[in-house]
């Protein structure tokens, strides 16, 4: 799988107008900022509740 960094420049190249604000913190600071409009996309670390959001789960190879 890509380094983050990667897929963002990936994406960069593609959509040049996008930007991005990368934004750490521990999942219930991430999930309170998703719920507000804050933030668009959140990366989050099982165990964690996501029933409320649509997500894709990646598996490692």
């Known amino acids: 799988m890509k380094p983050l960094s990667e897929m963002i420049a990936s994406f960069q190249k593609q959509y040049p107008d996008v930007g991005f604000n ?4 521990i999942a219930d600071d991430v ?4 719920e507000s409009g804050l933030l668009d996309m959140g ?3 099982e165990p964690v509740e ?4 649509q997500w894709e789960e990646r ?3």
Request: aromatic residues 16%; charged residues 30%.
């Open 22 to 25: 990368i934004y750490t913190a």
């Open 31 to 34: 999930k309170e900022r998703l």
């Open 43 to 45: 990366l989050l670390l």
């Open 50 to 53: 996501i029933s409320r959001y």
């Open 59 to 61: 598996k490692q190879y």
